[in-house]
C-alpha cells in the first residue's frame, strides 16, 4: 500500500497554531486508501483509541452516506476524515450531536469565505446544493463516543451520477481559492473542538438560536420523505434535542429523521 499524499505535520502544525486551544490528542492516522474512514476509525475506537483520534484517506472505496447510501468522492479532489469523540460518562446522551457537528462545519467554512448554511440534520449547502455531509456512527452499546465522519467536495468528481450532480457543489464554486487538504482539516478541527466542548458543557440549547440563523430552509415549505411517514409543511426551528418543527395543516409535527427537500410550486 502507498503512503498517503496527506501531509500530517502540516495540518498538525496548523491545527495546533489555532489561538483557541490545543487538540486533545495528536493521533492521526492518513490511508492512501481504505474502505472507510467511518469503519477504519470504529476499529480503532473498539480498541480504546482516544478521544479526539482522526482518521483521514486519499481514497475511500466503499464510503458511506447517511441512510444506506454510497458516498463517491474521487481522490485529491475531495476531503473525506473522521474524528472520533467521547462525551463523558455522566454527560447527557449527545442527541443533538448531528446539527452541532453541522453548526462546526458551517462556522469553520465562513470564516474560510465559503458562504453556507445548513440543512437538518446535518448537510451543508452552498447555493442550494451539497457541499459536504455527515455521517454519526457510534460504538456498539456506548452511545457517548461518536464516530464523526466527514466528507467536504473540493471538486466535483467527474463520474458523478447526473442526479447527484445537479444537486452538489464544491468548494472550488463557493470561494476563489481551495485551501490544501492539510490546512482546512485543521481550521475544521479547530472549530468542531470549540463546538462540541461548547455542545458538551451546555447542551444544543446553547448553539439552536445560531443554528436556526444558518438554516437553509427556515421558514420554506418542504417535503419529508424517507421518515416513519411523508409529509409537508414550513418549517419553524428545532428543538433542544435536535427535532426538527414542521408547521403542517394537521398541527406541528417533531421530525426525528428522514430526508427535507424543498417544495416546489
Ligand atoms: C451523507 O451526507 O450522506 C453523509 C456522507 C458522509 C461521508 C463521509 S466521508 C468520510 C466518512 N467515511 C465514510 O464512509 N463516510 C463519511
Known sequence: ???????????????????????????????????????????????????????????????????????????????????????????????ALSLAVGLALQRALATS???????????????GRKLAGVLIETQPGDIKSA??????????????????????????EAMPLVPGRESLLATLLQQLRTTLTQYGNEGFASLREEWQGRHA????????????????GTCFGVTDNGELLLKTADGVRRIISGDVSLRTA
Do not use: Y
Not at 502544525?13 to 476509525?41: D, F, K, R, Y
Open 113 to 127: 469565505g465559503a458562504l453556507v448554511s445548513v440543512k437538518w440534520p446535518n448537510d451543508i449547502l452552498c447555493q
Open 1 to 95: 500500500m502507498p503512503l498517503s499524499e496527506f501531509d500530517i505535520d502540516a495540518c498538525l502544525a496548523a491545527l495546533n497554531a489555532g489561538v483557541q486551544g490545543h487538540w486533545p490528542t495528536i493521533h492521526m492516522v492518513a490511508m492512501a486508501e481504505c474502505n472507510s474512514t467511518n469503519s477504519q476509525l470504529m476499529l480503532l475506537a473498539e480498541d480504546n483509541a482516544a478521544t479526539g483520534t482522526i482518521v483521514v484517506s486519499d481514497r475511500q472505496t466503499a464510503g458511506r452516506g447517511r441512510r444506506n447510501r454510497p458516498w463517491i468522492s474521487a481522490p485529491h479532489d475531495s476531503l473525506t476524515f473522521s474524528v472520533l469523540w467521547r462525551f463523558p460518562a455522566d454527560s447527557p446522551a449527545p442527541v
Open 217 to 232: 430552509h427556515e421558514n420554506c415549505e418542504v417535503k419529508i420523505s424517507g421518515g416513519s411517514e411523508n409529509l409537508h
Open 147 to 172: 464516530v464523526i465522519g466527514i466528507g467536504i467536495n473540493l471538486r466535483l468528481p467527474a463520474n458523478l451520477p447526473k442526479d447527484v450532480a445537479a444537486n452538489a457543489i464544491a468548494l472550488d
